[in-house]
């Protein structure tokens, strides 16, 4: 059956028709915008980096010693307390040890006993020398009248006086043998003496450098054995250096390879609310068995007494750092093994993956050394989301947490 449609209801199905195909299209077009994924990203920046690790450590003495006596005997007396600030070389106690001061007397004794017995030796070295020489020249005089005039002098004078000429000769030898002998026996008493006065220096405990007197363990009277014969004696006192201190850190093994000598540190000491800059100067050179740690050591200049061995500090140690690279967070980089790369957008919209090669990683950003250029833009999250060619609508990472936020409520 064949209808027949009046001019009117043709145009209005033309205009519908028309509007059905537009909406159409439309649809598809908006389709095509959803299709597009929405991509965070980050700017690639050029900045100053450094990598750094936060420590807590102890304020230690710079030098700290138990003075013991070297002999055994009594404290005559005890100069010092504990909290007493002392000079180098300075006396800090007496001991009275009796038997020490009697050998340094025999041992000078047996030095002036010596210098006689030189003396003694000496003048007969110098006796037999003169005997020596007179009988030489008798004996000179007649064996040149003998050898003028042959027969002038009898044989058995000009004998005689050659035996009596090698006896003095012989008595001046046998003299200066004795002297040399002598010289040694008063060398050899010096050094008794010399090991005696030592000894009695000894009694005499004086401060080996300058410090602080932080403990006191005997009093005036007490019985002190010498330290070098017993591992257990008691000492006098204990002396510290604290004008200059050992900030003493330890540092865990994955970063021991970072810590250089030279390396900067800021220092907190919450007892005191002190801030301080210092540098590693030295370390242990290997892990603590134990704890599997490197010792790092900060000197700290303490010459003001504001701090005190035994406080803790809160230090934070520059083990990497760059004055001006190129970095991106630490979420934009992909990682599979060894490989590293990132993932641009670019201009086009369209995804690149690149290969980079990366330097410091500090806890939020890492140093991008090549693969990219600075202003370029990296995703920054579900990597693995994206395929290089993909089509995407970027947007900067902060706007995009924002947007999924408001999503979420």
């Given at each position: 059956m064949l209808f027949r449609l009046s001019s009117g209801a043709g145009l209005l199905f033309a205009v519908v028709l028309a509007i059905g195909i537009n909406g159409c299209r439309e649809s598809a077009k908006d389709s095509n915008q959803r299709s597009v994924s929405i991509a965070p990203v980050a700017i690639v920046e050029r900045g100053p980096l450094a990598n750094s690790v936060h420590v807590a450590g102890e304020l230690l003495p710079y030098q700290e010693v138990d003075l013991h006596a070297k002999v055994s005997g009594y404290i005559r007396e005890i100069k010092v307390d504990i909290g007493d600030r002392v000079k180098?070389?300075?006396?800090?106690?007496?001991?009275?040890?009796?038997?020490?001061?009697?050998?340094?007397?025999?041992?000078?004794?047996?030095?002036?006993?010596?210098?006689?017995?030189?003396?003694?030796?000496?003048?007969?070295?110098?006796?037999?020398?003169?005997?020596?020489?007179?009988?030489?020249?008798?004996?000179?005089?007649?064996?040149?009248?003998?050898?003028?005039?042959?027969?002038?002098?009898?044989?058995?004078?000009?004998?005689?006086?050659?035996?009596?000429?090698?006896?003095?000769?012989?008595?001046?030898?046998?003299?200066?043998?004795?002297?040399?002998?002598?010289?040694?026996?008063?060398?050899?008493?010096?050094?008794?003496?010399?090991?005696?006065?030592?000894?009695?220096?000894?009694?005499?405990?004086?401060?080996?450098?300058?410090?602080?007197?932080?403990?006191?363990?005997?009093?005036?009277?007490?019985?002190?054995?010498?330290?070098?014969?017993?591992?257990?004696?008691?000492?006098?006192?204990?002396?510290?250096?604290?004008?200059?201190?050992?900030?003493?850190?330890?540092?865990?093994?994955?970063?021991?390879?970072?810590?250089?000598?030279?390396?900067?540190?800021?220092?907190?000491?919450?007892?005191?609310?002190?801030?301080?800059?210092?540098?590693?100067?030295?370390?242990?050179?290997?892990?603590?068995?134990?704890?599997?740690?490197?010792?790092?050591?900060?000197?700290?200049?303490?010459?003001?007494?504001?701090?005190?061995?035994?406080?803790?500090?809160?230090?934070?140690l520059k083990l990497d750092a760059a004055s001006d690279t190129l970095s991106v967070p630490v979420t934009a980089v992909a990682r599979s093994g060894t490989e590293r790369a990132v993932f641009v957008v670019r201009s086009d919209g369209a995804v690149e993956k690149r290969s980079v090669t990366t330097g410091i990683e500090t806890a939020d950003r890492v140093e991008i050394r090549s693969g990219v250029a600075a202003g370029e833009q990296v995703i920054t999250n579900n990597l693995g989301s994206y395929q290089p060619g993909q089509k995407v609508r970027a947007i900067a990472a902060s706007s995009a947490s924002t947007s999924s936020a408001g999503k979420g409520n």
């Open positions: 180098a070389g300075q006396l800090l106690a007496v001991l009275d040890v009796p038997e020490i001061s009697a050998q340094v007397s025999g041992a000078q004794a047996g030095i002036d006993r010596s210098k006689q017995e030189i003396e003694r030796t000496r003048s007969m070295l110098a006796r037999a020398e003169a005997d020596h020489s007179a009988l030489h020249a008798a004996f000179t005089r007649l064996e040149q009248a003998s050898n003028t005039s042959p027969g002038l002098i009898a044989q058995q004078e000009l004998d005689d006086a050659r035996a009596r000429d090698s006896a003095s000769g012989a008595q001046v030898d046998a003299a200066a043998s004795e002297l040399a002998a002598m010289q040694q026996g008063y060398v050899a008493a010096q050094s008794e003496h010399l090991q005696y006065t030592s000894l009695a220096d000894y009694a005499r405990i004086a401060a080996p450098f300058a410090g602080v007197i932080t403990w006191r363990f005997a009093d005036k009277g007490a019985l002190l054995q010498a330290g070098t014969s017993n591992a257990s004696s008691m000492p006098v006192v204990k002396l510290a250096e604290v004008d200059k201190l050992r900030l003493r850190l330890p540092v865990q093994e994955s970063l021991a390879g970072l810590v250089r000598v030279g390396s900067k540190a800021a220092i907190h000491i919450e007892a005191v609310h002190q801030d301080l800059e210092g540098v590693v100067v030295r370390t242990t050179g290997e892990l603590d068995p134990t704890t599997r740690t490197l010792q790092v050591e900060i000197e700290v200049d303490n010459h003001s007494a504001a701090l005190t061995p035994g406080m803790y500090a809160d230090v934070t």
